[in-house]
């Protein structure tokens, strides 16, 4: 009995799970030693650990980090925000211009850009979020606003084309800490993936969310604050907006205002989707958009492994996709239901006789 | 067809997935009359104007009208247009940016030129005819509303219109235009038209109307002359009693010996919805609100619980004045509030038996204070059993369950907060028998354990069996209330038609 009920919890992963799988085994077949990790010396001489599933955890960092942040919103809000590929890219801006502040890069200075990076993106998350709450904007409308704006505000931040800073603390961050085997973006994304497991623990913010999205009018009437829980969603995507701007800017010790995380809205929203989220809101799963994230990342991988060139990739990286969202359509989830209980019924009449 | 009959319906049926909207309904409109179509939620009345007017195919019966031989069928709005049957519906359905005279010919000129002219001379006729105070080149979004409804009735019965139908066309205007629709109605009757009116509104039934044909559960209880039916016996009728064989029930006089310590008091209590009201209850009294459907009910205990807008009123909980604007406030003064359309205002679909359980009370205890899943999983076996709730799990969606397991699921979540005053509104609407009586008897209970609860219930025998004390209420006014020995059906009838005491 309890058995059965975690395994009907899971049928929302299995879609992401099952592409996660395929696109492992597909690999391995190919190339048996394609997910082979070793330990290697970097350029500073310290060991850290190289290979293609390395490169996967590690390039899906900032996806993963926004998906979490897009899977809340588009959970309260029952629609997606477009706009956070510019505001990491405004965060950024804000980073590197408190690094590029004059005197020497401490930790301090490190700790004071993210925290002046991160208010910053979380005023443009409200902004985003009244819109969406208060003025009830669709969600892909009020945040086209920043989506058209925000490398413009980007690039005034630093009044450059692509300011550098150079820092081991900042190299550090986009690569690996002296000592640690493990890039530390993905450290991060542990991090971030952490934080939102102990808000999830520690306060009732999963269940506000998804009744809010379920069904503003009743979480009204139970007392449940919707234009504030609407809002929260947008300010914490844009603390994720943060985090992944800084890891973006910090792998390259610059700010490009025009490349850094570019398009990297549609595959968080991809990634919500993949992991079996419904777009119109509502209840949600977090775990499957990071399994979504990781995906997309892989198969980005898995295609440059196969020496596609890179004006091809989209193109197919587009047919996995429509793969996947059609499987994972209603449609094909009931039918695919209908004909296993047909498979069942059928089992169980045989066995009878 | 007999003489100065313009439609007759005969004998006609609609079913709908497990329901039977309509069965055996006949209705008969006469030339130059205002037939009232009356009946209670889910009598039928909607139905089968939309049968007639070519919405919903009708199962079985016949439609004559005046001037074409044999049965007619109504496929089609198009069609029931081509046939002279003309409706107008509650929402005024045209372009408020549009000139009146475009709205009147707006769709229905030949051919794909159109002569402006000719037009608007047209429409400066039909208006002055008419008596209605528009110009043919004015924005309609400039006119009043009522204005704008006689206009989309100029349209409706520009041409060869032998039926028109005016859905609650009275719901949103003031007494004054009212009036004015009135008189428009009146003109229409003197040139031959048949008007069937649809309303709640039972004294606009007695100002305009001629003859009343009154539904209830999808059949026809009768039609009837307006002079020789007293509004007592329209209610009566409308609500399924015959006045001879009401049986007067001796209420205990229960309510009145208990202590009258007030919980919860208001004064000139108003809301976005409601008109301004005085409301108390006392610690452990059920009483309740009764009324027509539209009489204000809903909207009464809403503003109670702060659901829609509060615009006004002093309110006072335990003695002590409060101030309840949002449903928030209200909980925190532990009031609790059932609502009366469960679907769009009770259960949050998607989200397990468990989860709608605890919501209220995770909402009490705070943002920062979850219910540990442990304690969550307690809380709803214990309900799940209380209740008698029919689940396969706790984690099946609420969505899955059936209508009186969904109520029994929001009665829940209310008990979970301890609240000192339940309202309830139409918590048995849809739900079956056993049930009913189930919540009948829960809510004495409570009382008894010192709970206020205020019912509310379309059906009259269970707010008889369970309130001390009713208020009754007619067009969005407390009209009276009721106690002790008062508490019959007999009573209350005679209340909301009018009579007093």
Redesign the interface.
Known sequence: MKKQ?RL??LTQLLVPLIALLALVLFNLIRDPGFFSVEMVANNNGDPVLKGNLISILNGASELAILAMGMTLVTAASGGQDISVGALATISASVFIKVLRGGGAIGVGTILLGFLLSCLVAMAFGAFNGTLVSVFRIQPMIATLILYTCGRSVAYWINGGASPTVDSPIVTALGGFIPGVPVPTPVLIVIAVGILFALAF?????G??M??VG??Q?????????AVGMKLLAFIILGACCSVAGIIGASRLSMVNHEQLLLDIEMDAILAVAIGGNSLGG??FRMTGSIIGAYVIQALTTTLYAMKVPSTDIKAYKALVIILLVVIGSPVVKQKVSHLWAGIRARRAGKEAA | MENGVVLAMRKIGKVFPGVRALHDVDFTLRKGEIHALMGENGAGKSTLIKVLTGVYEKDAGEIYIDGEEGAITIRSPQEALSHGISPVYQEITLCPNLTVAENMYIGRTPGALVNWKQMEQKAGELLRNLNIPARPKQQLGSCSLAVQQMVAIARAVDGDCKVLILDEPTSSLDDKEVEMLFKLMRDLKARGVGIIFVTHFLEQVYAVSDRITVLRNGELVGEYEVGKLPQVELVAKMMGKELESLSVIKKDAQGGARAPETLYEAEGLSSSESRPFDFHIAKGEVNGFTGLLGSGRSESVRAI?G?DRVTGGRVKVNGKPVRIA???DA?KHGIG?L?EDRK????????SVR?NMI??M???KG??H?ISRADAEKFADEYIKALEIKTA?Q?TPVKSLSGGNQQKVILA?WLLTHPQYLILDEPTRGIDVGTKTEIQRLVLKLAEEGMSVTFISSEIEEMLRTCSRLIVMRDRHIVGELTGGELTQEQVMHTIAGGGN
């Open positions: 009920k009907a919890g623990r520690l306060t009732s913010l269940l506000y998804q009744t379920i069904n009018g009743a979480a009204r009437l139970n007392g449940i604050n509502g209840k | 619980f659901a949002k449903p928030y909980m509030y609502p769009r205002d009770g259960i949050i679909a998607d989200l989860d919501l209220a995770q909402v009490m943002f920062f979850p799990s984690d979540r």
